[in-house]
């Protein structure tokens, strides 16, 4: 049997290493980065992959895409599926500084304690997201919103960023979000105060709410927090907390908790391209579908 062989393209100098580890621990034989690869280099990288095998072997191969920024990821996926010809096709995995598998766990465990301990769905739910300009928030906020939530994105810097970054979610995936200046202590907690969830997915090691704001927000039901560096984003959530009460009465998710989801949702979807009998093409929506299931 063809040996299975994953090519990494990344955008940056580095492809990651964590990334680089779990594809070798899901069973590939060879992984093989290509580094500063610009949008125009990734058709003929990928057909010189593809053409390399005959098509009894073609689903041996594999294409990842990485880097930091999630819409280029999505312009590179186009561009590789755009390369691909019958009956050549090799599978496509994109997974940005593991935005797409990290927003996809948050999500899901949010939708799991909003469904076991309130009682709601994501549809309807008011979601609003900090460090919404970055890779995992930006990718929260679409499936959330892809979801039926009614999402929207603070602008720690003000609104400028978060309005464009709705513009590009409604362009490319026909979902509306809102957006907020939250650059003031007294934005930021009214943007809180009046959401039912919050996902923050700020920089590591930076706090975005005290314990006391959180008591601030009687309405709140479920926070969600994927910084692992102290301070984490929200004061007394810890790393496990998987549906844990907070002050004020909200449950709290830590970043540990999603990361046991997220760890297993890449490598399940590394794995599922090594074992598919056809040519599979996974983003951020594959990740959240798996995601579900796994939380």
Do not use: W
Request: with cysteine; proline share 5%.
């Amino acid at each position: 049997m063809a040996k299975l062989i994953l090519h990494m393209l990344s955008p940056l100098k580095h492809m990651s290493p964590f990334d680089v580890n779990m594809a070798l621990d899901a069973g590939y034989d060879a992984v093989l980065p290509y580094i500063n690869v610009a949008l125009d280099e990734v058709m003929p990288l990928v057909q010189d992959a593809m053409f390399s095998r005959p098509p009894r072997d073609a689903v041996r191969t594999a294409v990842f895409i990485g880097g930091k920024d999630a819409i280029l990821a999505l312009d590179m996926i186009d561009k590789a599926r755009e390369a691909l010809l019958k009956p050549f096709e090799i599978s496509i995995f994109a997974d940005p500084a593991g935005s797409f598998t990290t927003a996809a766990a948050m999500v899901a465990c949010v939708e799991k304690v909003l469904k076991e301990k309130k009682n709601r769905g994501l549809a309807g739910t008011k979601v609003i997201i900090f460090g919404a300009t970055g890779v995992v928030g930006f990718c929260s906020g679409v499936i959330a919103a892809l979801e039926g939530a009614q999402v929207v994105l603070a602008g720690h810097d003000g609104p400028a960023r978060v309005e464009k970054s709705a513009g590009e979610i409604k362009k490319r995936f026909g979902v509306d979000v809102s957006f907020i200046d939250a650059s003031t202590p007294e934005k930021k907690l009214a943007g809180l105060v009046a959401s039912e969830v919050v996902l923050c997915a700020g920089k590591a090691g930076v706090q975005i709410f005290s314990a006391e704001d959180i008591k601030k927000a009687p309405g709140l039901l479920v926070a969600a927090d994927v910084n692992a560096v102290p301070p984490y984003g929200i004061e007394g959530l810890d790393l496990q907390d998987n549906g844990k009460e907070l002050p004020g009465g909200s449950l709290g998710i830590g970043a540990l908790a999603i990361g046991n989801v997220k760890y297993q949702t890449e490598s399940r979807l590394f794995q599922k391209m090594a074992v598919s009998e056809a040519a599979l093409c996974l983003d951020f929506r594959d990740a959240f579908k798996l995601a579900r299931e796994l939380a």
